[in-house]
């Protein structure tokens, strides 16, 4: 069956479904069709190539999650730098210490130097009157892969 290609509202291309599946969605009117095969008809339309959603979906499976944490991917994040004081990192910082219930996650996590580590110890930035450089985020798996 052939497949059809179905564009967000605007233009960006979604997946493929069946030329069924397309058909429905223009009976349901939430799409119409972007282009056409002019000599193919469907009954009296012709047969859809391409059609495009009428509102915009947001494709949020597109942007959720980001790559497993992993302390690898801290130190490539942070480009291995301390992010207390900018000296090269060898450990992983939990900024809400583990032993209170900080967890492996890419906003509890900063690259580290030792001395910076354990100075630190089991308190947070604030309490051990340590500043952080960075803002800990989600990398992007663009980000992991160029450093
Ligand atoms: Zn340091």
Not at 20 to 38: G, N, S, W, Y
């Amino acid at each position: 069956m052939t497949a059809v290609l179905v564009l967000n509202a605007d233009l960006g291309p979604l997946h493929r479904v069946s030329l069924r599946h397309a058909i429905r969605m223009l009976l349901r009117e939430v799409a119409v069709v972007h282009e056409a095969e002019p000599d193919r008809l469907i009954g009296v339309y012709p047969l859809p190539r391409v059609v495009r959603l009428v509102s915009y979906v947001v494709t949020r499976w597109r942007f959720s999650g980001g790559p497993a944490w992993s302390r690898a991917g801290v130190h490539a994040r942070d480009g291995r730098r301390c992010g207390y004081c900018g000296a090269e990192a060898t450990t992983i910082d939990h900024i809400l210490p583990r032993s209170r219930g900080g967890r492996n996650s890419w906003k509890n996590t900063v690259a580290a130097c030792t001395g910076c580590n354990q100075r630190k110890g089991d308190r947070t930035p604030a309490e051990a009157g340590m500043v952080l450089r960075v803002k800990p985020s989600i990398p992007t798996w663009g980000a992991l892969v160029q450093r």
